[in-house]
């Protein structure tokens, strides 16, 4: 009995749960939004949705509530829907916290303008229907910061140790990443401290060629599409680097409007400046206005010197100097300018002239040279034909036209009578006169010497204008036996004028052209021993006899027959 009556109420309990159950899911709806376990994230200042909708089947929501719970558990009542009652906002949140619909029964999603870090916690979206009863659903919010960086440059001076350049720093959620972009060379190094703050460090040794140099910091967050620049120029202060210009090295006595200027780099730009000359002060007439020098009156000789410019910033001061030289005056130099285009002009057109002309006369002693070699060679060809013909003929047409016909019969004398014959005075050794004899040889053929020649040479004796040949018969008898027969006057040629040796006793000097050819005849005796053949023969009687030449060659006008 006892059993079976907790049997039955445990039987009844069930069914009522069934029963229950079936009521319930028949009329509870589903949240449309957000999804479970849903995890946003915002940013800092920034404006914030929480999204929650609710769709009902069967009823009616009748109460929203949004309820936050802080890291530690705290939980914050913050905005409530009634829908009789309106929406009442609790405290501090009334100024940055409404729901997005104007209807919360039909979507309850929260808006909170400027996002804080505060704000950064778990929500609940809590629904209340009827009859169905409550149902709520949580999200998770995380509230990033974007960076804040900063960057402090430092004043660098030339000559300084190495040292720290510039500092960038950086805050965020999460913690940001810092880079330098930068061409200089230099160590970084970085640091992060508990708040978030990341900061980094650049160091250098400065020199004055890093002035004005990119040092730019990079910092890298998720909440940037692109990582942030932080520009900057690296400052080296260093003292001027002063120079002096305006002189060109042409400034002349009298010149008007000179000046000159101190030009000066340096950082700081120097603003001071201090004119001077070496040795003695300023010369009258002459201002200093900051880098200008300038002479109010036209340059005189006592203007000459060095002048020196000290240029002074907040870092140091340099000097720079300049020596001015005065040679003559304006007007000289004027006219020097002036003329040296036509000074160029003149050395220009003489030099080429005498370019022009050692080309000139350089080819004409060429051509000159080649004429006269080929002239000499023409000549040497021709009287090394002519002086033979020359010899050979003259000694034919001698003994041709000098003999009369009974002479062509007398036997000449032997080589030995020649040679000792008394007639003649014995020359030098070696040498060979124009007159002397014609030889044929030493062993093989007699040597010839005519007694015409002889009596042609003792004839030649000087009358007057005209000059005369006297007969030489009573003076050099011809050693030579002359025919008894009768020699008639008329058929002997006129005595032909011959050129003797000077070296003849009692004869006048031959004129210079029969001197040139006895000494041609002299170089051709060896010539005229081989030619004789060719004009003597020997007749009957064994004596050498000239041969009949029927004809007489003039080659000279000289009167003189061959």
Request: hydrophobic share 35%; with cysteine; proline share 8%.
């Amino acid at each position: 009995m006892g059993r079976r009556g907790m049997a039955s109420r445990l039987l009844g309990t069930g069914l009522l749960l069934l029963a229950l159950q079936y009521f319930v899911l028949s009329v509870q709806g589903d949240f449309v939004e957000p999804p479970p376990s849903f995890s946003l994230r915002s940013i800092s200042e920034e404006r914030t949705r929480l999204p929650c909708k609710f769709q009902v089947e069967d009823g009616q929501v009748v109460q929203v509530s949004w309820v936050r719970e802080r890291p530690g558990g705290v939980k914050e009542q913050l905005i409530t829907a009634h829908h009789t009652q309106g929406q009442p906002v609790f405290g501090k949140f009334s100024e940055r916290l409404h729901f997005e619909n104007n209807n919360p029964m039909a979507d309850s999603a929260l808006i909170i303008q400027n996002t804080e870090v505060s704000d950064e916690a778990v929500y609940t979206c809590l629904i209340s229907t009827f009859p169905s009863g409550n149902f709520e659903r949580k999200l998770s919010l995380t509230v990033w910061t974007t960076p804040i960086g900063s960057l402090d440059p430092v004043e660098l001076v030339e000559g300084q140790a190495f040292g720290l350049a510039a500092t960038c720093r950086a805050m965020a959620r999460p913690s940001p990443r810092l880079s330098w972009d930068t061409e200089l060379p230099g160590k970084w190094h970085n640091r992060t401290s508990e708040d978030g703050l990341v900061s980094t460090y650049f160091s250098l040794h400065p020199l004055r060629s890093m002035n004005g140099r990119a040092l730019d910091c990079l910092v890298w967050h998720p909440s940037l599409g692109r990582p942030r620049r932080l520009s900057n120029r690296l400052v080296v202060r260093y003292p001027p680097n002063p120079t002096v210009k305006g002189y060109d090295q042409n400034w002349v006595v009298g010149y008007e409007g000179a000046s000159l200027r101190c030009e000066s780099g340096g950082n700081p730009k120097p603003e001071n400046f201090t004119w001077s000359r070496r040795g003695g002060a300023l010369p009258d007439d002459v201002t200093a206005e900051g880098g200008t020098l300038r002479f109010g009156r036209p340059l005189a000789v006592s203007d000459a010197g060095v002048y020196e410019c000290e240029a002074r910033n907040s870092v140091g001061a340099m000097k720079a100097e300049a020596e001015i030289l005065l040679q003559g005056t304006a007007r000289q130099a004027s006219t020097l300018e002036g003329m040296m285009p036509i000074l160029g002009g003149a050395i220009g057109a003489l030099v080429l002239i005498l370019v022009v002309s050692m080309v000139t006369v350089t080819c004409y002693h060429k051509r000159k040279s080649r004429k006269l070699e080929k002239e000499l060679s023409e000549k040497l060809e021709e009287y090394s034909t002519l002086s033979r013909q020359a010899s050979i003929r003259r000694f034919s047409s001698i003994n041709t036209e000098c003999r009369t016909p009974m002479e062509e019969h007398i036997p000449l004398p032997s080589e030995n009578h020649v040679r000792n014959s008394t007639a003649f005075p014995p020359g030098p050794p070696g040498k060979r006169d124009s007159h002397s004899t014609l030889s044929m040889g030493r062993a093989e053929r007699p040597v010839l010497y005519t007694s015409f020649r002889r009596a042609e040479r003792d004839a030649y004796v000087p009358n007057g204008i005209n000059g005369q040949i006297v007969s030489s018969s009573s003076q050099n008898p011809s050693p030579l036996t002359v025919s008894p027969a009768p020699v008639s006057l008329s058929s002997v040629p006129p005595p032909v004028k011959m050129a003797y040796s000077s070296a003849w006793s009692g004869a006048p000097t031959p004129p210079d052209d029969e001197a040139e050819e006895n000494e041609e005849e002299d170089g051709s005796s060896v010539q005229i021993s081989d030619a004789v053949s060719r004009y003597f023969h020997y007749n009957n009687k064994g004596v050498l006899a000239p041969k009949s030449q029927p004809k007489v060659i003039l080659l000279q006008p000289r009167g003189q027959l061959i």
